[in-house]
């Protein structure tokens, strides 16, 4: 198991939540990336260091990664357009309307589209991350080989997909030490509680068992808890280094997920 310091990109988001408090249940040093530190200190002061960063800005990374031996970024944006892209100015109807025959020209009105945020954003992660780190943890997507199947074409309306393979493509052509989730639509939360223990108390609503898999083959629902336990569980499990593979809940649940089998039977790509 990893006990270096963990830098949290997205910690204040559904997931991210989640992983900080397993982290920090576990005694992992965290180092909280934000843009907005008010927020993360109600979350986390105290228990993690909270800096202020943005994924979009190299050089706003530059000081918040020294000293970081491992990454898990579970930023992101949404599929489609909403108020988390941060138009330059507010759309009128017809900027809306114009949107349904030309949606490059809104994304282009967006500071924080899928592609900058999940795709450009995660690059520019990469190219501060120090190179000895011991993993880079990494949530994309199902579907990013699929783009053109249903109901993957319409996830991708907005190039989420797209932006998720650029990330992902990204870290794999880094030389870094990495481990790729590929989760399905997110299920149970996202919690948002100020107290970690209320959090680490949450259980899924699913009660589905785990099942991984590789080529992007599955689909399905994930639990935001589960996934949350298989980013710390990655941190320091060989098996699962350099790997990509999907993760959904499916079948029977067992009592306890045993989480090194689960991995054990992803096949080594
Ligand atoms: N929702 C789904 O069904 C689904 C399916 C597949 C994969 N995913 C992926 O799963 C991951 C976790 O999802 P979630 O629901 O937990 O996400 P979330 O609640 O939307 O949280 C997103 C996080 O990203 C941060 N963020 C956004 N833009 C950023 C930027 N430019 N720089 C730094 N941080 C930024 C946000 O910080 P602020 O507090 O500053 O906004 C927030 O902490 C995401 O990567 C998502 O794409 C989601």
Request: aromatic residues 6%.
């Amino acid at each position: 198991m990893q006990s270096g310091l963990v830098l949290m990109v997205g910690a204040t988001g559904g997931v991210g939540q989640l992983v900080t408090a397993k982290l920090l249940e576990r005694n992992i040093p965290v180092r909280v990336l934000t843009r907005n530190l008010d927020k993360a200190e109600q979350m986390f002061a105290g228990k993690a260091e909270c800096v202020v960063g943005d994924i979009r800005d190299c050089n706003s990374l530059v000081s918040v990664i020294e000293g970081v031996r491992s990454i898990i970024c579970c930023a992101g944006t949404t599929a489609f357009p909403s108020k988390r892209w941060e138009f330059e100015s507010s759309l009128s109807p017809w900027d809306w309307l114009g949107a349904i025959f030309d949606r490059d020209r809104l994304i282009e009105k967006a500071k924080n589209s899928p592609m900058k945020a999940d795709g450009e954003g995660v690059k520019n992660l990469v190219a501060v991350a120090p190179r000895d780190l011991e993993r880079f943890v990494f949530i994309s997507s199902v579907g990013v080989l699929r783009k053109g199947e249903f109901p993957f074409s319409i996830l991708n309306s907005f190039g989420v997909l797209d932006a998720k393979l650029v990330g992902e493509q990204a870290i794999m052509n880094s030389g870094l030490a990495y481990t790729i989730i590929r989760p399905g639509r997110l299920i149970d939360g996202p919690f948002t509680s100020y107290d970690l223990n209320t959090l680490l108390r949450a259980t899924t609503d699913g009660k589905l068992g785990v099942v991984v898999g590789t080529g992007d083959k599955l689909a399905g629902d994930t639990s935001r808890i589960d996934l949350a336990t298989a980013c710390v569980e990655c941190l320091g499990n060989e098996r699962v280094k350099n790997q990509v593979f999907e993760l959904v809940n499916k079948g029977a649940r067992p009592a306890n997920i045993d989480w090194s089998s689960l991995f054990e039977s992803i096949p080594a790509q």
